[in-house]
């Protein structure tokens, strides 16, 4: 996710960005906040994951400011509308940040290269192909087709050209 491994994780918090300043800048250039909004999930019908994520962050991380300045941001989006919460891959970004950068075990440089060389990138994909395999054999357990989304639903997008 781009947004939080470089705009937030780098330069937000180093240029000192206020939430809403980011916000504001994000609206002005006409750019999705990627991390948020859900189609679903929203602030009447919250993820579940994104809780018990940050209940065990808050418990075991030495400290989360990348999550809670994200968490600053929902508060901002959600006002202008409730289904604009910090999503679970926004959730997982954030926390997976501030774990590489507050655990103490990778310097500052460590930690960027990290994120620079897209280790969240493989995290996300790891995710992905899990959930695909437990519908897969979900679908064969259930002796049905693999589910085909309908090509006129799929929207393919490239904001930053990334």
Request: net charge positive; proline share 4%; glycine share 8%.
């Amino acid at each position: 996710k781009q947004w939080y491994q470089r705009r937030v994780a780098i330069t937000a918090g180093d240029k000192g960005e206020t939430p809403l300043e980011f916000v504001n800048e994000m609206k002005c250039s006409h750019k999705y906040i990627q991390g948020i909004g859900h189609r679903v999930k929203s602030l009447n019908n919250p993820d579940m994951r994104v809780s018990s994520l940050a209940d065990f962050a808050k418990a075991n991380f030495p400290a989360t400011p990348l999550f809670d300045y994200a968490r600053q941001v929902e508060k901002i989006t959600t006002s202008k509308k409730p289904n604009l919460i910090l999503n679970v891959d926004g959730c997982i970004a954030t926390l997976f940040v501030d774990l590489l950068y507050q655990s103490g075990s990778f310097s500052v440089e460590e930690a960027r290269d990290l994120i620079d060389i897209g280790c969240l990138n493989a995290l996300f994909v790891a995710g992905r192909s899990i959930g695909f395999i437990g519908h897969y054999l979900d679908q064969k357990r259930l002796k049905q087709g693999l589910y085909r989304h309908p090509w006129d639903d799929i929207a393919y997008m490239n904001p930053g050209g990334d």
